[in-house]
């Protein structure tokens, strides 16, 4: 398990009885969450709120019957959760499957430092 700030979506939709959905991250966000402070246009909406104490589905992977494969995440709103080994090992692991590469047994191993969370980020206006 791990903890990171992003700004995540509930309520999301799949198919009937989650056919070929595999969740991979699932949380019960708070009901500080729930009531939208963190989201534009700014919260609460009726449907989020009425899920309060719910797990939400915030990563999922889809095989499909003919073997295609996909994910979903709703996270990745925030460059420097890059910097946190397991928020990229479950994105990267998630990549390997739907290339129908063998993930390893202790998940895809990388290394990124401050250096390189820096590199190649657009200019922003101050």
């Known amino acids: 398990p791990f903890s990171i700030r992003d700004e995540?979506?509930?309520?999301?939709?799949?198919?009937?009885?989650m056919q070929g959905v595999i969740?991979?991250?699932?949380?019960k966000p708070s009901d500080q969450v729930r009531k939208g402070p963190y989201v534009y246009p700014r919260g609460p909406y009726d449907h989020i709120?009425?899920?309060s104490g719910q797990d939400?589905?915030?990563?999922?992977?889809v095989e499909r019957p003919d073997g295609g494969r996909?994910?979903?995440?709703?996270?990745?709103?925030?460059?420097?959760?890059w910097g946190n080994e397991n928020f990229r090992k479950i994105v990267l692991n998630a990549l390997l499957w739907?290339?129908?590469?063998?993930?390893?047994a202790n998940g895809v191993a990388s290394t990124?430092?401050?250096e390189d969370l820096k590199q190649n980020l657009d200019p922003?206006?101050?």
């Open 8 to 17: 995540w979506y509930m309520h999301m939709r799949f198919r009937p009885d």
């Open 23 to 27: 969740p991979l991250l699932v949380a």
């Open 49 to 51: 709120v009425a899920g």
């Open 56 to 61: 939400e589905i915030m990563m999922w992977a």
């Open 70 to 81: 996909g994910f979903g995440f709703t996270g990745g709103h925030f460059h420097k959760n």
């Open 98 to 104: 739907v290339a129908q590469v063998e993930v390893p």
């Open 112 to 114: 990124v430092d401050e």
């Open 124 to 126: 922003k206006g101050k």
